[in-house]
């Protein structure tokens, strides 16, 4: 029996909660609210903000290893906890680069990885750099806490950019130099793959998926990606690349854009499961979170084959403000054949809010009726 800490009590944690029955591993968890969707599948909360490193004190003394599903921690903070010799898996040293977007970017420059051309906006002097080296658009990006989109602008010209960046020093003068530019790239498709490693350095991977954003928040993952085996070499290559250079041990989930001409950039690295490995809770033979939870107890890793020939998922977003549990809606979405619907148990709903998802498994026949199928599951969970 093992128990295992985990900063960050949403849905990624609450989705531990079958493979911590499975495998035996009691769940503790930080998390600011007991409405929090994992509260109701942990053995024990700690009730704290994700980034009150004296409540991670308190964690510590209640479990064998602290994980992550949020990574918006006091990393200073949580050092001196290190020190003291509580077990962070993934290791800080591994978080560290990434928690910030433009030291994560240089992170995955200096190894070699393919990323967006990119600077970091600091004073007055880079509005003459973005006239010199940058072509509109542009996608300006808070250097941290952003997610789902929030903090992530797409900007056409210069003055749409010194009319953000004027509002937001406004606002909050402090955030001078919070902000990363970079080049926007015209994708063909975003795809993204989930890697595990483990304690003694195994490194495993899923399926490449397809993901599609709406005004920057994920809407659908199809898996596998149509994409050739070439390219999920490649991909398969950067995760691993990337998973050895940072000692992982754990789940990561790793963004990335087709260009039209077939090359592959990394937009962002998640330093936890993610939204796009959903569809493994029903679709492969290990869950990403079962295999996060095997990686940080020291397990050696599950398999990750599809058990079918493909899947599609589908996030239910709020789209109003509101407290319903959508029962029908969520009974028509469970008549679909082969449908899984996970409801994340959040009281409240709010436009954009992820409040569940659904996965489809696919059969050889439908593999190309993905799209027809997302469709049917948004027009169920949209309608009026
Ligand atoms: P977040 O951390 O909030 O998820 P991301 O950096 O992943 O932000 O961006 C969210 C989405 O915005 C991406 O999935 C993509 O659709 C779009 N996006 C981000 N960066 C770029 C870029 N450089 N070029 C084109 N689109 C981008």
Redesign the pocket.
């Known amino acids: 029996m093992k128990r295992v800490g985990v900063i960050g009590g949403g849905q990624l944690a609450a989705m531990m909660g079958g493979a911590a029955k499975k495998l035996g591993v009691e769940l503790v968890v930080q998390t600011p609210s007991k409405d929090d969707p994992s509260v109701a599948i942990a053995q024990d909360s700690v009730f704290a903000a994700v980034d009150d490193a004296k409540a991670t004190a308190v964690l510590a003394t209640k479990c064998d290893v602290i994980t992550f599903e949020n990574e918006f921690v006091n990393i200073e903070a949580l050092s001196a906890l290190a020190r003291q010799g509580v077990c962070f898996f993934p290791r800080l040293e591994a978080l560290t680069p990434l928690l910030d977007?433009y030291h994560q970017r240089c992170y995955l420059r200096d190894l070699g990885l393919p990323v967006?051309e990119f600077f970091a906006l600091g004073e007055d002097g880079d509005m003459g750099k973005v006239e010199r080296e940058m072509s509109f658009p542009i996608?300006l990006?808070a250097r941290r806490h952003?997610?789902?989109?929030?903090?992530?602008f797409?900007l056409k010209n210069l003055d749409s950019l010194k009319e953000k960046l004027e509002y937001t020093y406004t606002k909050s003068p402090s955030s001078q130099d919070l902000f990363l530019v970079?080049?926007?790239?015209?994708?063909e498709r975003?795809l993204a793959i989930i890697a595990a490693r483990s304690v003694s350095g195994e490194v495993v991977s899923y399926p490449v998926v397809e993901?599609q954003?709406e005004e920057?928040v994920?809407r659908r993952v199809i898996a596998p990606a149509n994409i050739t085996p070439e390219l999920t070499a490649e991909i398969q290559n950067i995760a691993c690349t990337l998973l050895n250079s940072l000692e992982v041990v754990g789940v990561f989930g790793i963004?990335l854009?087709l260009t039209p001409d077939g090359k592959v950039l990394v937009?962002?690295i998640a330093p936890r499961t993610h939204n796009s490995g959903h569809f493994s809770l029903d679709a492969c033979e290990t869950s990403q979170f079962e295999q996060h939870l095997r990686a940080v107890c020291g397990l050696s890793l599950g398999k990750t084959a599809l058990i079918c020939p493909g899947a599609v998922m589908v996030n239910l977003l709020g789209f109003e403000n509101s407290h319903s549990d959508y029962m029908t809606k969520r009974q028509q979405l469970a008549k679909i054949p082969h449908a899984h619907v996970h409801w994340y148990g959040k009281t409240e709903s709010r436009p954009g809010r992820k409040l569940g998802h659904v996965t489809v498994l696919l059969d050889n026949q439908q593999l190309n009726s993905s799209s027809a199928i997302a469709h049917t599951l948004e027009s169920i969970w949209y309608s009026s």
């Open positions: 977007k967006p996608v990006k952003g997610y789902d989109g929030q903090g992530t797409i970079e080049e926007f790239i015209p994708f975003e993901t954003q920057q994920c963004e854009f937009n962002e």
